[in-house]
C-alpha cells in the first residue's frame, strides 16, 4: 500500500465511524469513494417534479451541482439567481423551506454523530432543521472532527474565517484567521446549529466524500 493508498484508508475508516454515530441517531449516511460516485447518486434520486432547495455551499458548487440543476430540467430555487442583499432573496429562502429537496454541506461533522453549523442570516440552520421534506449534504473528509467541541473549533476558525476571505469581508477573522467575539456590519457567524439526532428518522441523508472538499 502506498502512501495515498494509507491516507485514503485512513479517512475511510474514521468516515465509517461517524457513519455509525450518525445511523444510531436517526440519519441516513452512505460512503463513497470519490465526488462523482456521490453525485450520480444524488440525481438518481431527484426527479424534474421536486422542488430543490439549495441552501448555499462551496462543496455543492465545486461539485457541479448547483450548475446542473441550474441548466437541467430542474424546479431548482435558486438563490444564486438574485441579488445578495437579504430583501432580494427573502422570497426565495422562504420558499427553499417548503422544499421537496434541500441540498447543502455542514461547516463541520463530528465522529461521534453531530452536524455543526454557523449562518449569517440562518437560511441554511432553518433548512436544515425543519421544512423540506428531503435534506442531502455532501461532506468532504475535511470536515470531520473528532467531537463536538472540535467540530465547534473548526466551524469558528477554519470554515468561517475561510469564508470571510472568499467573500472579501470585513472582519477580523478575515484577517487573523481566527475568530474573534466581534460587532462589525460584515459578521457572518450569527446563528449557530448542533443537531444531534434526525426527526423524523431518514429526513437527513448524509453523503460521505472521501476527498477534501469545500471550506
Excluded: W
Aim: net charge neutral; glycine share 8%; charged share 25%.
Amino acid at each position: 500500500m502506498n502512501a495515498q493508498q494509507a491516507i485514503h484508508e485512513y479517512h475511510r475508516i474514521r468516515i465509517h465511524r461517524a457513519m455509525d454515530a450518525f445511523r444510531r441517531r436517526g440519519f441516513e449516511a452512505t460512503y463513497f469513494g470519490n465526488s462523482a460516485e456521490a453525485v450520480e447518486h444524488f440525481f438518481s434520486e431527484v426527479t424534474s417534479h421536486n422542488i430543490i432547495g439549495y441552501g448555499g455551499s462551496d462543496t455543492v458548487s465545486q461539485l457541479g451541482i448547483r450548475r446542473r440543476l441550474a441548466e437541467g430540467d430542474f424546479h431548482f430555487l435558486d438563490r444564486s439567481k438574485f441579488d445578495h442583499s437579504y430583501d432580494g432573496q427573502l422570497d426565495i429562502r422562504r420558499e427553499t423551506l417548503s422544499a421537496d429537496v434541500f441540498v447543502t454541506s455542514s461547516n463541520a461533522v463530528s465522529i461521534d454523530g453531530a452536524l455543526i453549523n454557523i449562518d449569517g442570516d440562518g437560511n441554511r440552520i432553518a433548512g436544515l432543521s425543519l421544512g423540506p421534506k428531503r435534506v442531502y449534504l455532501f461532506l468532504g473528509r475535511n470536515k470531520l472532527t473528532e467531537n463536538v467541541d472540535r467540530a465547534m473549533i473548526r466551524a469558528r476558525n477554519v470554515a468561517s474565517p475561510m469564508l470571510a476571505i472568499q467573500l472579501g469581508l470585513d472582519t477580523p477573522c478575515a484577517k487573523t484567521g481566527q475568530c474573534h467575539d466581534c460587532a462589525v456590519p460584515d459578521r457572518i457567524c450569527n446563528n449557530f446549529s448542533i443537531i444531534e439526532r434526525c426527526n423524523p428518522p431518514g429526513r437527513i441523508r448524509l453523503l460521505f466524500i472521501n476527498e477534501d472538499l469545500g471550506l
